[in-house]
């Protein structure tokens, strides 16, 4: 989401363990997927192209899972999330951003493109133990941690995967697990030392009823997250380039309404806003 836009509850206890919530807008780092209690947003206008907006072109998407769980008993769910990530690029759901372009400081100028999103550097399992509260600053020194043995690219989106035993954390904001549910995941960027862009997003574990959907497995909400916020950081990688009015991105403006959907290879992915249309879209 937006970095101007971010999502608090006030909630009220129910038989469900949640009740009604109320969003409200805030200063928010980062672009969020938010609880499915907020819903999309945006309206019917159609997403703007904001001048030398940054995206990228041609995109890779490094997983990073951190915690033991995720060589052990949540190998499985790790090994789905690689191979979503290995074939959602030249997916027609991926193809909706086709339409997009943008500024690209390696690739130049130009529309988006599918691509190979596993043919970026290897993923890493960090088998260490992450804190209970991952906050933003952990999130990037994970990364950073990666790239002490990897070469940095500058296409990529470093994805980090939290456990169950992990929540995400951005100021009084959390994922599922943490006190303050607003978010299910988010993108983001840094500064590097070379004065580069470096992309991210952390993906929490989707453990409660905000960011899950009835009938989808563990790995299918994450997928559906994934689809969001990988989307979301090649049309938007800096928040500079594509949102609408209101500052909601191409996937905001679509998210939880349509119900997210199983899709090309019994995957689970989210509907995606497409300007020629204006309106939300499965494929293109």
């Given at each position: 989401m937006k970095k101007a836009l971010a999502i608090v509850?006030?909630?009220?206890?129910?038989?469900?363990?949640?009740?009604?919530?109320?969003?409200?807008?805030?200063n928010h780092a980062n672009h969020i997927t938010p609880s499915k209690y907020a819903g999309g947003g945006g309206g019917a206008g159609n997403l703007i192209y904001h001048t030398n907006g940054v995206v990228?072109?041609?995109?890779?998407?490094?997983?990073?899972?951190?915690?033991p769980s995720f060589t052990g008993a949540d190998a499985s769910y790790a090994s789905a999330m690689?191979?979503?990530?290995?074939?959602?690029?030249?997916?027609?759901?991926?193809?909706?951003?086709t339409q997009y372009y943008g500024a690209d400081p390696v690739s130049g100028y130009g529309n988006i493109a599918q691509s190979n999103l596993g043919g970026g550097t290897a993923?890493?399992?960090?088998?260490?133990?992450?804190p209970t509260n991952v906050t933003d600053a952990i999130v990037q020194s994970e990364v950073q941690k990666y790239l002490q043995t990897h070469a940095v690219d500058y296409n990529a989106i470093y994805e980090v995967f939290l456990p169950s035993s992990s929540y995400s954390s951005d100021g009084t904001s959390t994922s599922c697990g943490g006190p303050n549910l607003s978010y299910c995941a988010y993108h983001s960027h840094y500064v590097d030392g070379s004065g580069n862009n470096v992309k991210y997003s952390i993906e929490p574990w989707p453990g409660c009823s905000g960011c899950s959907v009835s009938g989808f497995t563990t790995a299918q909400n994450q997928e559906h997250f994934v689809c969001h916020e990988t989307r979301e950081a090649v049309t938007d990688a800096l928040g500079n380039?594509?949102?609408?009015?209101?500052?909601?991105?191409?996937?905001?403006?679509?998210?939880?309404?349509?119900?997210?959907?199983?899709?090309?290879?019994?995957?689970?992915?989210?509907?995606?806003w497409s300007n020629a249309v204006s309106g939300c879209v499965k494929t293109r």
């Open positions: 509850f006030t909630a009220a206890l129910a038989a469900s363990a949640f009740a009604q919530e109320q969003a409200v807008e805030l990228i072109r041609n995109a890779h998407v490094v997983c990073i899972f951190w915690g690689q191979s979503f990530r290995n074939q959602f690029g030249t997916t027609p759901e991926y193809n909706t951003i993923d890493w399992f960090d088998t260490s133990t992450p380039a594509w949102f609408d009015r209101r500052g909601y991105e191409a996937d905001d403006k679509c998210a939880w309404s349509p119900t997210p959907f199983i899709g090309t290879g019994g995957y689970a992915y989210q509907y995606e």
